[in-house]
């Protein structure tokens, strides 16, 4: 409960630490470090006379592209400068400092807050005018994703925290805050996942784990808790609740790069259930900045592949017709550029096609109940030729 | 993790259970013995030459009241009869046999699932024609539901579950599935609510928490458990995401009945707030039935109040203002029969369309980050006075 003193190590041999999670001794870590350097900068160009400005990278489809080396999407080089003597800027400039200053002002106090947070703290009538500083928090975050960009800090680093959804269980035994839990001893619930993940707050202590199995649905995760196939397979069970929030990525991500585990996906057969799996695997073009953080370029897509309606026997039970939607935007995911070149997804996706019907990870419980976990995900885990990667 | 065989008493001071969670006994538990009865029933209907039917209270706002002894949104005795020699009722009729028979399966297998798992399960082509016992999910939900009222059976007790929203952490020990969890060493995310949490799953052990406080969203529940407040007022604290799915509203319900503890509410300042104190409170108008064992007749709102703006002297940095639905949504509220002979409410309601503004509980942080765990709840919990009843 609540963050505790840590004095304990970070799982990848960082230094002990001490005082609140996410606190880096005196300075408040290295987001903070990064936040006083620009601003010290700014206060040099003004006693110089020099007219204020920040870099920036620019975060739009034209700076952003696959590298298929690191098979992640990446930002590329572009910048943009903001600058305190423009018209067009000023108000930019000034918004961005005092995001800055409260992230700064939450490192020092060891303290994390959400971007709505983040927004009303910054929010404030500008003396001798009726002015904001900001109207709205759709003006406060995408300065946020600027000051991650021009830091080069996750917004986690930064002390911001989105919403924690999504829930884990299996053979882990981690640090929380202080608290040491046994992910293999929480019941039917499981631990709710935070949306700050970082080693200053998670260390992992133990794991017996083989694998990680990431599902889409809450309520698929359950059928798999209930059918104990995290015991029985020693893996990591692990939703995000849909579309997987900034912390289950990042958990993600350091499972694999620390705990050296397979990252394993069990999403619907659909576009959206491709769309997951391309953003879990190699980062997404809006949040390109992160993905070398929170991307797993070698995850796995175990299913459902539109070859199972034929290769499990499945009757026309599991069938959802193709909507216009569907069929278009499956259309842009063959020509993404990480999956054109291959073959294997290009059949996958033209077979959906060809199907005209899409289906859901709980539709195979139409064969019986346990056939999701008894059956169908032991066959894919045992058969690698029914991998997609 | 899982769930694993049972040796403990129910804390409701029920008899000692072996087998999965959720599994009484031999015959499954109570809600089996009712299935059970209602098939004799019929089959001996149809032995004996007489139409089969069911009975099944009706759902509708026409058969639904406020009891002010009880305090709680109640369904009447108006009844349906559900007959299968009816060219318009025989459908149904049959759906409603397929879902009883499925939730019975469940039981005795000592399992449960999901509303689109049981969709799934009970949908197959009926032989020698092309038709589909189900068509959609949209056709089974409702005979869950007629099933729950038939049977005079939560969900839950069906084995059917609904999502898993929400998290608490609190001095709290309890038994989840055989997995023992103390919620105060849970770290910064918390234990993740199941959508069952009877007491066939759940056992509470050991509780030193004083009251419950009910946050609405995910980012304030985090505000309140990094600021330690839970500690410090030894407080279960608990959150659904919103609207509390039914998980979080049983626990709450639970943690008021077996463990005495007064729950209090934190929702926004906005008609939506209102309406979650409502359900929380006296239950709701769509699901009259469960009132009696999900709604909390004596939860206080402790904020935030319309009239917390002059109160705490808020800017109008807070403010945002109403917009139409708002204010007929408000008008509704003060209509309802729980609320309209409150003058408090009425007062309440109509200060904010008034203020001509709404406030939402992270607008509090707008004086300072911990204002809110620190200044604006332990003044409300010290008052008594300014508690919405």
Redesign the interface.
Known sequence: ???KQMKSNTSDGATTTKGP?LKRGKKGGDATEKIVRMADQIVKFAKGGVDPYLEIPIRALSNVSFDPKRRIIEMGDAKQTRNFFSLGQAKKFMQSMLIAKFCN??AL?G????I??AY??S???IAGTSE?TFNDQSESDPIIEDLEVALDSLREELHI?A???G?L??PLVF???????D??????????????VEPE??QFKKCDAKFVLHVEK??VW??F???????KHKCILIHG?GQPPRGVRRLLNRFHQELKLPVYCLLDNDPWGYYIYSVVKQGSINLAYESKRMAVPDAKFLGVSSFDYERCGL????KIALDKTDISRAKQIIKYPWFKDKKHWIKEVEKMLRNGFKM?V??M??K???YLTEEYLPMKLKDKKQWLD
Chains 1, 2 share one sequence.
């Open positions: 409960m609540a963050k999670a002002e939450l106090a303290k994390t807050a959400s709505r947070q009303y703290s929010k404030h009538t904001k925290y919403s924690n959804r829930a269980v299996g640090v929380d805050s202080g608290d040491t839990i992910a293999s001893r929480l019941g039917s619930g499981g631990y709710s996942i935070p949306s700050i707050v998670i809450d309520t359950r059928r808790v209930e059918d104990k196939f995290a015991v609740g009757t026309d039970d599991v859901e709980e539709a419980i139409s019986h109940l346990t």
